[in-house]
């Protein structure tokens, strides 16, 4: 079966470290995404991707980055960790609808990440 | 911009009873809605999805119609269980004409009680 998986599933780092969290998908999407979630603040969208070699930013990209160098990964760097990033990241694919845009998304199981 | 206003939680029935979360959104164009559930230490999954007015989405006892002239796809379930405790989702997919993007609401939790 097709899924969408995301790794590590819990990190602790330290402010000022790289960090990078991995996410798989085996359902030949184009589309791609990073969220992060956070009580009060739902469901943020830090970068998305439309297909290889293409990235685009969200509402709250500063400070991640990320590539598409293939269809099934797309990793989110954190260039130098700060506390403010402590957060769940959830990593999604979609097809592209019929308009256009964005079909139904899958989600991965996320990943906690605390930093100290 | 696009968005989506959810009624804040927490949602808290018993079991048994009748739930209605509310969902309405601004667009330009003819955005496709949805439902996803987050159940506890998990992703998002859909939960169901309309994609041109006057549609109903249904799974699991769940339902949600699209209503275009009040812009509105509220979340109803007659007989709410346990194991419906989780945090629901509205959202906004592919709208022809405006934005690209999904658009999520906050989420509302609901907590059922035995």
């Known amino acids: 079966d097709a899924e969408i998986t995301q790794s590590p599933r819990h990190k602790i780092t330290e402010t000022g470290r790289q960090v990078t969290l991995a996410c798989h998908q085996t359902?030949?999407?184009?589309?791609m995404f990073w969220y992060r979630q956070d009580l009060g603040h739902g469901l943020r969208l830090i970068h998305y991707?439309?297909?290889?070699?293409?990235?685009n930013k969200g509402e709250v990209s500063d400070g991640y980055s990320v590539s598409r160098s293939n269809t099934e990964d797309l990793p989110l760097t954190l260039e130098s960790a700060a506390s403010s990033q402590t957060s769940v990241y959830f990593c999604?694919?979609?097809?592209?609808?019929?308009?256009?845009?964005?079909?139904?998304?899958?989600f991965g199981p996320g990943t906690r990440l605390t930093v100290l | 911009g696009d968005s989506v206003t959810q009624m804040e939680g927490p949602v808290t029935l018993s079991e048994e009873a009748f739930l209605t979360i509310n969902c309405t959104y601004t667009?330009?164009?003819?955005?496709?809605l949805f439902w996803y559930v987050q159940y506890p230490g998990e992703g998002l999954q859909l939960l169901l999805k309309?994609?041109?007015?006057?549609d109903k989405g249904s799974n699991k006892g769940f339902e949600a119609t699209y209503r275009k002239e009040t812009t509105s796809f509220h979340l109803e379930k007659g007989s709410v269980q346990v194991s419906d405790s989780a945090v629901y989702f509205c959202?906004?997919?592919?709208?022809?004409?405006?934005?690209?993007?999904?658009?999520f609401g906050r989420g509302t939790s609901l907590i059922v009680h035995p």
């Open positions: 999604a694919s979609s097809e592209s609808g019929l308009a256009g845009g964005v079909d139904t998304q899958y």
């Open positions: 359902w030949n999407h184009n589309n």
């Open positions: 991707s439309y297909g290889v070699h293409d990235t």
């Open positions: 667009a330009t164009g003819y955005p496709s």
């Open positions: 309309a994609t041109k007015a006057d």
């Open positions: 959202a906004l997919g592919p709208s022809s004409g405006g934005s690209y993007i999904p658009t």
